[in-house]
């Protein structure tokens, strides 16, 4: 395994003989779309480094509604939470888009961490970028339309994979902004004919970005990702 070849931006900033010490514990897994990676409440097995794959962290409330909190791909790792909080998970975490991703034991890692000056300072990097990923969102979700906050996720999803096609039917991306599929369906369609974008039978695909962002409220601006290569779907 190259570094240089790895999208994940965390581990490929990693310095060389850190990489190398890390680089046996990483097991590369492919993920599926809705898959459930680990459970609030439970002490999770492993850290998920996602490549092309899109990981979502869930609250999920005693009434069985749920609403994404974090969005993690190539810029992230999957449960920072459990590493610098608590050996428990607060939340669950969930596949949003399909993809490749490395994980690893927790407890390997957490070894791993004891005796790596340049892993913690990237974790504590991404800590910083994660927190304000979540206070942002959530202060977008108290004072924000859901069709800017529809438009913000599409925005931050479309960020972290290679084109503009997003595989998601409208109960799935309900459940991500913790709304009622109806909501979703009335701001997609509106969305549609607007030219912003077109949805067909669970395949959304982007086929206006800069309308799109003006959709979105000023949280994105706060919240948007630069891809380590070139995006073209555009």
């Known amino acids: 395994m190259m570094k240089e070849m790895l999208t994940n931006k965390l581990l490929s900033g990693l310095p060389?003989?850190?990489?190398?010490?890390?680089?046996p514990?990483?097991?590369?897994?492919?993920?599926?779309?809705?898959?459930?990676?680990?459970?609030?409440?439970q002490a999770p097995r492993f850290i998920y480094f996602p490549e092309s794959c899109v990981i979502s962290c869930q609250a999920n409330m005693e009434d069985g509604k749920s609403a994404e909190v974090g969005m993690i791909g190539f810029e992230g790792v999957a449960d920072?939470?459990?590493?610098?909080?608590?050996?428990l998970a607060?939340?669950?975490?969930?596949?949003?888009?399909?993809?490749?991703?490395?994980?690893v034991r927790k407890d390997d890692f957490e070894r791993e961490i004891q005796g790596s000056e340049g892993l913690q300072q990237s974790l504590l990097a991404?800590?910083?970028?994660?927190?304000?990923?979540?206070?942002?969102?959530?202060?977008?979700?108290?004072?924000?339309?859901?069709e800017q906050r529809f438009a913000v996720w599409l925005l931050l999803l479309t960020d972290r994979i290679e084109d503009g096609v997003i595989q998601i039917t409208q109960e799935r991306t309900a459940d991500h902004l913790g709304v009622?599929?109806?909501?979703?369906?009335?701001?997609?369609?509106?969305?549609?004919?607007?030219?912003?974008?077109?949805?067909?039978r669970g395949?959304?695909?982007?086929?206006?970005?800069?309308?799109?962002?003006?959709?979105?409220?000023?949280?994105?601006?706060?919240?948007?990702?630069?891809?380590?290569?070139?995006?073209?779907?555009?």
């Open 90 to 103: 607060v939340h669950s975490l969930n596949v949003s888009i399909a993809g490749s991703a490395l994980r």
């Open 203 to 234: 395949s959304l695909r982007i086929t206006n970005r800069k309308m799109l962002e003006a959709i979105a409220c000023e949280c994105y601006g706060t919240l948007a990702l630069e891809r380590p290569h070139q995006t073209t779907y555009m």
């Open 126 to 146: 991404y800590a910083a970028e994660y927190v304000t990923q979540l206070s942002q969102r959530s202060a977008c979700a108290i004072f924000h339309l859901l």
């Open 16 to 23: 060389d003989a850190e990489f190398a010490r890390l680089m």
């Open 180 to 200: 009622r599929r109806a909501g979703v369906t009335v701001v997609a369609t509106q969305m549609q004919a607007a030219g912003a974008i077109t949805y067909r």
């Open 25 to 41: 514990l990483l097991e590369p897994v492919s993920l599926s779309a809705g898959e459930r990676l680990s459970e609030a409440g």
């Open 80 to 87: 920072i939470t459990t590493l610098v909080r608590s050996r």
